[in-house]
């Protein structure tokens, strides 16, 4: 097996913790109430679309107009989008270090709005520690297409198989390992670190 130097990151929910929920218990009483908000509006498709490279504001507009009884909470998701996010994943960002510490390339490829990424950064730092960052919404691809995998190691000249990929979504993994890159799936109770060793990457 060829010796891994590469480690590219996703993330919402692998470095920091992502929920609409979070936000939108503020507006509702139950998670069964939220439910039937987010299928009602087709927000979360709507997200989507706001990691494609939407404007927030032409979105919630949108949807603020068909659905103008949701309209408080709707455009809550635009100007306090910040709650959805949960904090750091420390065990992962303490791999993160880890690798940089030891000199191992780090890259991230997400699922991200152009316009909320900055924010993201402001308030997480060691999102600009990676010396590439690909952000579907400034590139206008999405995951799990194999172009936005394409487009990282290509300007980087990765070889796949020197190169692993995490990410919490099993369509993205599919993707990675069959573009031939490693890829750790994280769920509940991964161990990133002792994924990592497994593979024999250094530094962790």
């Avoid at 635009?78 to 791999?95: E, H």
Wanted: charged share 20%.
């Amino acid at each position: 097996m060829a010796a891994i130097d590469t480690v590219i990151f996703d993330v919402g929910n692998v470095l920091i913790r992502w929920d609409m929920y979070a936000l939108f218990r503020d507006y509702f009483e139950t998670d069964a109430a939220i439910a039937a908000f987010l299928e009602e509006t087709g927000l979360p498709a709507e997200n989507i679309e706001f990691d494609r490279g939407k404007p927030f504001a032409v979105g919630v507009a949108e949807l603020s107009a068909r659905f103008p009884h949701h309209a408080r909470a709707l455009h809550a998701f635009d100007t306090r989008w910040t709650n959805c996010l949960g904090g750091a994943i420390d065990g992962t960002v303490a791999v993160l270090r880890d690798l940089q510490r030891a000199g191992v390339t780090t890259h991230a490829i997400t699922n991200f709005s152009a316009e909320k990424f900055p924010v993201a950064c402001r308030l997480f730092p060691f999102l600009l520690t990676f010396e590439e960052t690909i952000v579907s919404g400034s590139v206008k691809l999405l995951k799990p297409d194999p172009a936005i995998f394409k487009l990282l190691l290509d300007r980087r000249n990765i070889a796949p198989a020197s190169a692993v990929f995490i990410d919490d979504s099993a369509a993205n993994i599919v993707t990675a390992r069959a573009l031939g890159l490693h890829a750790v799936h994280v769920t509940a109770g991964t161990d990133v670190r002792a994924s990592l060793q497994a593979l024999g990457v250094r530094g962790v």
